[in-house]
């Protein structure tokens, strides 16, 4: 189980506070199942909410330091039937993945792949562009209408 500081502490329930619990632990206790679930949390989130229900305080402080320890993680607050724990996110095998050699469609999997600044830049492009083609249609209108050619004065 790692330590925080105060003030780590203290930017974590901050952080916490709008958040929804993601796990529940119930009548069965802390199962390997439920277990896997805070992992995967934790690695997914890093900061998230346990709620326990039918258990004493003393019991959930417990079941707090059992899966602090189990995981690795850090306990931040415990505040009636809710846990909040944190675990720096884990890092990923990479390398095994990189190793591999990239097929065709994989290359257009990452060159599709954006951000969302870089999406809604595309998007703002596409949106100029358009606008200025819709100028240009809308000008080449308005100089057909005013360059017919007229009969002779007068005649019919």
Not at 14 to 26: D, E, K, M, R, T
Not at 95 to 120: D, E, H, I, L
Request: charged letters at 30%; glycine letters at 6%.
């Amino acid at each position: 189980m790692s330590e925080i500081t105060p003030v780590r502490r203290r930017e974590l329930r901050a952080g916490a506070h709008h958040l929804n619990p993601v796990v529940s632990i119930a009548g069965n206790g802390l199962t390997p199942a439920v277990l896997g679930e805070i992992d995967r949390s934790l690695q997914a989130h890093e900061l998230i909410k346990i709620k326990v229900h039918g258990a004493e305080r003393a019991a959930r402080e417990a079941l707090m330091k059992a899966v602090c320890e189990a995981l690795d993680a850090s306990s931040v607050q415990h505040i009636g039937t809710i846990l909040v724990i944190w675990r720096q996110r884990r890092e990923e095998t990479e390398k095994s993945v990189q190793a591999k050699p990239m097929t065709s469609s994989a290359r257009t999997g990452v060159a599709r792949a954006k951000s969302a600044r870089a999406f809604a830049a595309a998007a703002r492009r596409t949106a100029l562009i358009k606008a200025a083609s819709d100028k240009k249609r809308l000008a080449a209108k308005r100089s057909r209408t005013y360059t017919r050619k007229t009969g002779p004065a007068g005649g019919k």
